[in-house]
Every structure is written in C-alpha cells, then in structure tokens.
Nanobody, 118 residues
C-alpha cells in the first residue's frame, strides 16, 4: 500500500524559512514525478513545484520562484520543499503528490499546515 507522509509544517514569521518533507513508501520512488501542492482556505488547490522522476528537472509556480526549492533523496524515498522568505500568502495546507511517469496513477499525502504570520 502506498503512503505519502508530509512533515515539517508549522508557524513562522514573515521572512522565515521552513523545510517540508514527504516520506514515500509502497512505491518505486524513481518511477514517479513528485510535486508539492497547496490549498489556502477558500481557495482551489494549486501546484507549487514539481520534480521529474529522473533527471531532476524542476518547475515552479511563478509565486514561489526564487524562494522555494524542491528536491528528492532517492536513497531515503523522500521529497523535500525548502521554503525561504515566506510570506503571509504562503499560508496553506501543503500536500505532496506522486504521479507515475507512464501510468495514469497518482497518490496524495494527507497534508501539513504552514502558517506565516507576525
């Protein structure tokens, strides 16, 4: 059974940093492109960043470019999101998602809350 478990969320002041982790189990990690999404209260879930299953290419939403960095450690089956220069508008529940590189198969984590407030 596939499990994606996010951690690392919390409360931080504007300008601060957090690093989210997503531990994956029950799947072949290198067969999946991995993404971070977020959903703020009253808003649609939006894509934050994606990293390819192989090669390490990344893409970011314009709102986080230059501030967030997505990475993966295949030895630990773990996805990361380093978030710097956080703003109040980054407040949301952050979810990781795994998309198989060939199959129409996707899995979601349960989410972790990030709150940016003074």
């Amino acid at each position: 059974q596939v499990h994606l478990v996010e951690s690392g969320g919390g409360s931080v002041q504007p300008g601060g940093s957090l690093k989210l982790s997503c531990a994956a189990s029950g799947l072949t990690f290198t067969s999946y492109a991995m993404s971070w999404y977020r959903q703020a209260p009253g808003k649609e879930r939006e894509l934050v960043a994606t990293i390819a299953s192989v090669g390490g290419s990344t893409n970011y939403a314009d709102s986080v470019k230059g501030r967030f960095a997505i990475s993966r450690d295949v030895s630990k089956n773990t996805l990361y999101l380093q978030m710097n220069s956080l703003k109040p508008e980054d407040t949301a529940v952050y979810y990781c998602k795994a998309n198989h590189r060939y199959l129409y198969t996707a899995y979601w984590g349960q989410g972790t809350q990030v709150t940016v407030s003074s």
